[in-house]
């Protein structure tokens, strides 16, 4: 009930109004049934953003410190969280990282949209990030289709660093449904999952227009130093025939 009060009433006319978005490709949102929404990430914003756009619920897997808060803003923040059906997932240890996938092959399986940000973390500077691929383990395993999700112009609206919201346009551009079903039986490769997620990325740089930069947000912002040439190495593109 939560959802849909803070996407019709509470929230969503404010974000409409401040962020005056506009959709493309919405014909690609199956209207029932399961499928992963795999989206470039900006800002905070893009996970208010999407659902705003998108009729049917959709369920992220968030970081888990939005859900350990102290005190009253911990609790305000974690209500808020759930309340919007979002799922934590711990980046920071390996079984509860596992557990938070196979929640979310649960919500898969039960015909829901996920939605997930392939790049981990929001960029620190506007480009694209090489991919996770928790994206594609859930993708072969649960065998729905991915569906590419470029957010533009959120980081205008919530420029990251800031808590305060400018007036801008937000546009979210939804790609066509990418099928791996010829990868069936290759599940928990590692080739091939890294396969799979460098072929989301790539559609999200094309639909997106972000330049790719061939190491892992993360790393940047915990100081790793960026090789020189990365931002020149193209994301590969798979053939339909890749299976082989």
């Not at 399961?34 to 659902?51: E, G, R």
């Not at 240890?93 to 196979?102: F, K, P, V, W």
């Given at each position: 009930m939560w959802y849909w009060l803070f996407k019709y009433v509470l929230l969503g006319p404010l974000l409409a109004l401040i962020g005056r978005p506009k959709v493309e490709g919405l014909e690609n949102i199956p209207e029932e049934g399961?499928?992963?929404?795999?989206?470039?990430?900006?800002?905070?914003?893009?996970?208010?953003?999407?659902?705003l756009v998108v009729r049917r619920r959709i369920t992220f897997l968030a970081k888990s410190e939005y859900f350990t808060g102290t005190g009253i803003k911990g609790w305000f923040t974690r209500w808020f969280y759930t309340a919007v059906g979002q799922v934590p997932i711990d980046r920071t240890?390996?079984?509860?990282?596992?557990?938070?996938?196979?929640t979310a092959e649960r919500i898969l399986k039960d015909g829901k949209l996920l939605g997930i940000y392939p790049e981990g973390t929001r960029s620190p500077d506007g480009r694209l990030y090489k991919?996770?691929?928790?994206?594609?383990?859930?993708?072969?395993?649960?065998?729905?289709?991915?569906?590419?999700?470029?957010?533009?112009?959120?980081?205008?609206?919530?420029?990251?660093?800031?808590?305060?919201?400018?007036?801008?346009?937000?546009?979210v551009r939804f790609g066509k449904p990418m099928d791996f079903s010829r990868f069936d039986g290759m599940a928990d490769n590692r080739f091939i999952e890294r396969a799979v997620t460098d072929e989301v990325i790539y559609e999200l740089m094309g639909l997106s227009g972000q330049e790719y930069v061939d190491i892992y947000a993360a790393s940047l912002k915990n100081g790793a130093p960026q090789q020189e040439g990365a931002t020149a190495q193209p994301v590969a593109r798979f053939p339909e025939t890749a299976a082989g």
């Open positions: 399961a499928a992963i929404l795999a989206s470039n990430h900006l800002a905070v914003m893009d996970s208010f953003y999407l659902p240890d390996s079984d509860a990282a596992q557990a938070a996938l196979h991919g996770k691929t928790g994206l594609a383990r859930l993708a072969l395993h649960t065998g729905v289709p991915v569906i590419p999700v470029a957010m533009i112009g959120t980081d205008v609206v919530n420029p990251p660093g800031t808590k305060m919201l400018r007036f801008g346009r937000v546009t």
